[in-house]
């Protein structure tokens, strides 16, 4: 008896829309690895804070990306990341990070660099991927794409709710900030955010994460079926 064949599955979305969530329950079930596309983002843009280097400076976050040594470890909560060996799991999920994140993967130089490495992570298959652009860039010939979406508000509020109740003035800001990472994202001109013609397009925003998990499985298992 031949063993299943190992998919490649791409899970696409604005932030907040609970991309992050979703692969890394879908992975677990199905016992494959949990690739996070946004943590290679986030740990090149703390490298450049911390040098400094200019988050303008393509050539120069291009020739940081080259030169960086990122993994993304599995573990039962999601991903341990790390950077050059440090251990940055925490520091890349705050808000400075966050930002400086979305202006970093906006150069197509960077992104040229971390989509061939996230090509070789996925290359043999029985990965769960996520990120802007999986199922358009990285991907295009994923077997399974999958595009998560949600009201703004609804993904601003759960952003904030994150780190629990928060101030009127908190979740203030947090809207604006999803307002002008989704700006960025769906027009920047290299990979822009937008679900790839064949993915399959879930709307999250009255949905629990077991809901939306479950139809994900669903469609992965007809997929697999075929």
Request: no cysteine.
């Amino acid at each position: 008896m031949t063993a299943p064949r190992k998919l490649v599955i791409a899970i696409d979305g604005p932030a907040g829309s609970g991309k992050s969530t979703i692969a890394a329950r879908l992975a677990k079930k199905l016992g494959y690895t949990n690739l996070e596309s946004g943590a290679m983002y986030r740990a090149l843009a703390l490298k450049a804070m911390e040098q400094p280097v200019s988050l303008e400076d393509a050539e120069a976050l291009r020739e940081m990306a080259e030169n960086s040594v990122m993994q993304l470890d599995p573990s039962g909560e999601g991903n341990r990341v790390l950077l050059d060996g440090r251990d940055v799991t925490q520091r890349i999920r705050e808000a400075d990070v966050t930002a400086a994140a979305s202006r970093v993967s906006a150069h197509p130089q960077v992104r040229q660099v971390l989509v061939g490495r996230q090509r070789q992570l996925g290359a043999d298959g029985g990965v769960v991927m996520e990120g802007r652009d999986i199922g358009t860039a990285v991907f295009p010939n994923a077997d399974v794409k999958v595009f998560l979406d949600a009201d703004a508000s609804v993904r601003a509020e759960r952003r904030t709710l994150q780190n629990g109740p928060p101030s009127a003035e908190e979740a203030k800001r947090v809207q604006a900030e999803i307002a002008a990472r989704d700006e960025r994202d769906r027009t920047r001109k290299a990979s822009p955010l937008a679900p790839a013609a064949d993915a399959v397009i879930l709307d999250t925003t009255r949905k629990s994460i077991d809901e939306v998990v479950a139809e994900v499985e669903g469609i992965v298992k007809r997929v697999a079926g075929e």
